[in-house]
C-alpha cells in the first residue's frame, strides 16, 4: 500500500511544476494555456511513472491546458454558469472572511455570513462572485492523486486486464491536464483581483488604466508576441518537494502562490497605464 506521502507525490510535483513554469476571462487564453501545460509536462522528473512522460502524454496533456475554457460556451448554458467561478478568486472579498478553509462548502458559508454582516456588499460576497479557484485545483488534484492510486493498485496486484491499466492511465493523463488549467488560473494575475480587466475602485491615487481591453491583451496578444514553449521551460525551477506530505498544507500553498501573483498586478497594471502598446521580446527578462 502507498503511504500518504507517496500518494500525494506525483500531484504534488505536477502541482508545483506548473507553479514554477507560469509566469483570459480565461486565463492565458488557448495558446498560454497549451505553453504551461506542456512546458510542466515535459519536465516531469524520472519518479513519475512513465506513461505520463511518453511523447502522447505530453501531447494530450498540453491538448487540455485549454479544455475548462471550452466549457464556457453559451451553448452549454448550465455547464458555463456551474463552474465559471472556478477560474479566479477575487482575494480583495476573500480577505473578509481570513484564512481560507479547507472545504469549499465552508467558504461559501463563511462567506454568505460575511454579506449579513455586511449587507451593503452582499452582492458582491456572493460565493459564485468572489470566485472558487483554490478550491477547484485541490480537487482536481485530488481526482489525479486517485486516479494515480487506482493505476498503482492495478499494476501491484496481480494480473490485470490490458484495458483496465490503459483506462486508468488515460484517467491520470486526463486530471494532470485539467489540474493545469486552474494551476495556471491561479496564477494570472487579473485572476487574483477585482481589477481584472481595468481599474474600477473608486480612489485611483496611481491612476492605474481604467481600460476595459487590458485582460485580453495581456493574457492572449502579449502572450500571442512574446512567449513560447522553450521560454517557459528555461525560467522553470524544478520543484524537488515531493516527499511533503500535501494535504495538510495545501490551502496555505495555494494562498501563497495566488498572493504571490496578485503581488505582480500592480506592477503590471501601472506599466500598461504608461504604456499603451503591447512590450516587444526584447523587454523581457533574459534567462540564465
Known sequence: MVSPAGR???????????????????????????IINRAAASRLPQSVPAFLRSADAIN?????????????????????ASQAPDHFIDLELADR????????????????????????????????????QPYIAIEVMERLQAALREWRMLSTTGPVKADDARAAQQSAILYAGWLGHYVADGSMPLHTTIQYNGWVSKENPNGYTTEHGIHAQFESVFVAANLKVEMCSRWCLLARWSSLILSPTMLHICGSQINLSSAFTSSRRLADSRTPAVSNRASLPQSG
Open 8 to 34: 500525494s507525490r506525483i500531484g504534488f510535483v505536477l502541482l508545483s511544476l506548473l507553479i514554477c513554469t507560469t509566469l483570459d476571462a480565461r486565463a492565458w487564453g488557448n495558446e498560454g494555456h497549451r
Open 97 to 132: 472572511i481570513g484564512p481560507l478553509p479547507r472545504s469549499r462548502y465552508e467558504y461559501s458559508r463563511m462567506l454568505y455570513a460575511a454579506a449579513l454582516e455586511h449587507p451593503q456588499d452582499a452582492a458582491k460576497l456572493a460565493p459564485e462572485k468572489v470566485g472558487f
Open 60 to 80: 494530450e496533456i498540453e491538448y487540455l491546458g485549454p479544455e475548462p475554457d471550452r466549457w464556457r460556451s453559451p451553448l452549454e448554458p448550465e455547464l458555463n
